[in-house]
């Protein structure tokens, strides 16, 4: 698999504050990633370091197969940092050209990059005009307009109103399904479930967890049960081999699961020592379980 | 090169305060030749400009460069804001992130300078030689054509003016506050210089020596005030018993001094930016 971006060690300090703290992981062509962590975790200076606008401190970092600089090799990249930037005084179109001059691409794909974004009827207003949620997507049309190889993306959706959220979703989802690897950087972990296969987790400038969203789950999900005779669910579901622990939250009881089991085999199981359930939910930890529990193992 | 300029110029050229600015300058230069219709009747002499002999060839290309280099302040601006704008903006940061470097940004930046400059001696050039042409009591090539050397300082007089101000905007980021501190640095100059001419080194040329070596100084040490040249003003000074000898050739150590400002300002300016986390 082809590797776009690799991180090795990297530290930055902001004074006494260690921002980042040898970070290290690699980015593979053709998946999403997510890179999680709460305000402050060292998210958009790891991008920073890596998009050229902040200076290392120590480490190091390379994009594609290292052979080309870094300014190079971010015309092959796509990125919006925390708000978008243009020139007030240009309407859309001419402030995508300029970025099509900085890329050295042709301005061709202007059209086609605002007509995704829903954009194209106000291409000849001025940025400054724009609402956020419209500067926000005109920053995306930008960041495609080379076609990148990757598309990075720093809390895309703040501080846009709820149509502006899905609006900027809806279009992740268009350009992920097109195959372009995309890296969002966020706090909100629904966004990044929703749309990544990977993920990066930061905490206080120090990586937790990196691999894909499955691996990070090593359990093998939960059972949500409800029973009229709670107390012999209850006796039973200790009786049993393939459940670990159990938990009461008034009348679901959540079995944790030491074994692969699906909710079919269980409910049988079940029946057989005539319980009868009214009811039964597989699931796995959410995003958000996983990632508290992460983070409040280091604590 | 030619990729960095049209960057730049796209940032301009849809910048409507800059293209006032800038137009307005240009007009302004062309106005020098306003001066020639200055007119006024003393009792019974009449006086005109014109007549005085500024616009003779070569004392033209001393006199028009030394007036049309006043009007740089205009130009000042623009640059400064074209440097203060990309961080009010935030487009700097978008500027990289989009795949140009550092060193490309400030080399455009130079490269618009160097333009500007440029096409302001162009234009005095021009002016110049419109207005030598039509008031010129001499008319000859080899005359039309000597001094030229004012042209190529008041060049590098822009040249180094403009570098300054391009490290102000960057250095200070707020178009107001780097013009305040391009002020603030020629009182500056001008304190130093009393200090050590009237104070510290009275009656030696100890103050000139130094000073020479600092920015503005230089710069206007590469033109002289041509006034003190012009015929009249000899012939009334030596009248009173003056002698008014004074070398009013574009020297070589300034020159030299103001380009070696240009390379530093310019190297500073991606020093600065290359240290900096934005």
Redesign the interface.
């Known amino acids: 698999m082809q590797t776009i971006l690799t991180l090795d060690n990297l530290s930055k300090n902001?004074g006494p504050i260690q921002a980042v703290k040898n970070l290290s992981f690699t980015i593979e062509k053709g998946n999403v990633y997510g890179i999680l962590g709460p305000n402050g975790s060292g998210k958009s200076t790891t991008l920073?370091i890596v998009?050229?606008?902040?200076?290392k401190t120590s480490g190091s970092y390379h994009w594609f197969d290292g052979s080309e600089?870094?300014?190079?090799a971010?015309?092959k990249?796509g990125?919006i940092?925390e708000?978008p930037?243009?020139?007030?005084?240009?309407n859309a179109v001419?402030n995508l050209?300029?970025?099509c001059?900085?890329?050295?691409v042709t301005t061709s794909k202007i059209d086609e990059k605002l007509e995704l974004v829903g954009l194209l009827e106000r291409k000849l207003s001025k940025f400054k005009t724009y609402s956020l949620g419209m500067k926000q997507r005109l920053a995306i049309a930008?960041a495609l307009l080379n076609d990148p190889e990757i598309l990075i993306l720093d809390e895309p959706t703040n501080g846009l109103d709820p149509q502006g959220i899905h609006q900027i979703r809806e279009i992740i989802k268009k350009i992920a399904a097109s195959g372009t690897t995309i890296l969002l950087a966020s706090h909100l972990l629904d966004e990044v479930e929703k749309v990544c296969t990977h993920v990066v987790i930061l905490r206080k400038g120090e990586s937790l967890y990196t691999g894909s969203v499955e691996g990070m789950n090593a359990s093998h999900g939960f059972f949500v049960l409800q029973s009229r005779n709670t107390i012999r669910l209850k006796e039973e579901l200790e009786r049993n081999a393939a459940i670990g622990s159990i938990k009461e939250d008034g009348d679901l009881i959540t079995a944790y699961l030491n074994e692969p089991m699906d909710a079919s085999t269980f409910n049988e199981e079940m029946h057989s020592k005539g319980i009868v359930l009214s009811h039964l939910v597989k699931r796995k930890e959410s995003l958000e379980e996983l990632f508290l529990e992460i983070t409040k193992n280091l604590s | 090169m030619l990729r960095l300029f049209s960057i730049e110029f796209q940032k301009l050229k849809y910048n409507r305060s800059a293209k006032v600015i800038s137009i307005v300058y240009f007009l302004l230069i062309t106005f020098i030749a306003l001066i020639a219709s200055i007119e006024f009747d003393i009792g019974n002499i009449n006086f005109r400009v014109a007549d005085q002999g500024i616009f003779n060839f070569p004392f033209i290309w001393h006199f028009n460069t030394y007036m049309a280099a006043i009007l740089k302040i205009f130009l000042a601006i623009v640059i400064v804001s074209m440097m203060s704008n990309e961080y009010s903006y935030r487009t700097l940061k978008q500027n990289l992130i989009d795949g140009l470097s550092k060193r490309e940004f400030v080399l455009s930046k130079f490269v618009t300078v160097l333009g500007f400059a440029l096409l302001s001696t162009l234009f005095v050039f021009i002016v110049s030689m419109i207005l030598g042409l039509s008031f010129s009591d001499y008319n000859e090539i080899g005359i039309i054509f000597s001094d030229l050397d004012y042209l190529l300082a008041y060049f590098v007089k822009l040249m180094g003016f403009f570098a300054f101000c391009m490290f102000l905007g960057i250095l200070v980021k707020r178009s107001a506050f780097a013009i305040g501190f391009l002020v603030v640095w020629w009182i500056f100059e001008s304190i130093v210089y009393g200090l050590l001419k009237w104070q510290f080194f009275k009656g030696t040329d100890i103050a000139d020596t130094v000073l020479q070596f600092f920015p503005l100084t230089a710069m206007s040490n590469l033109i002289k005030e041509p006034f003190t040249r012009l015929g009249a003003v000899q012939s009334a000074a030596s009248q009173l018993g003056e002698n008014l000898a004074k070398n009013y050739d574009v020297g070589m150590i300034p020159l030299l001094i103001v380009l070696a400002w240009t390379f530093l300002f310019t190297y500073w300016s991606y020093a600065l930016l290359k240290r900096r986390d934005l």
């Not at chain 1, 930037?85 to 240009?90: K, R």
């Open positions: 902001f920073g998009l050229n606008v902040v200076n600089g870094t300014h190079q971010l015309k990249v990125a940092i708000r930037n243009f020139y007030p005084y240009m001419q050209e300029l970025v001059k900085i890329k050295e930008s």
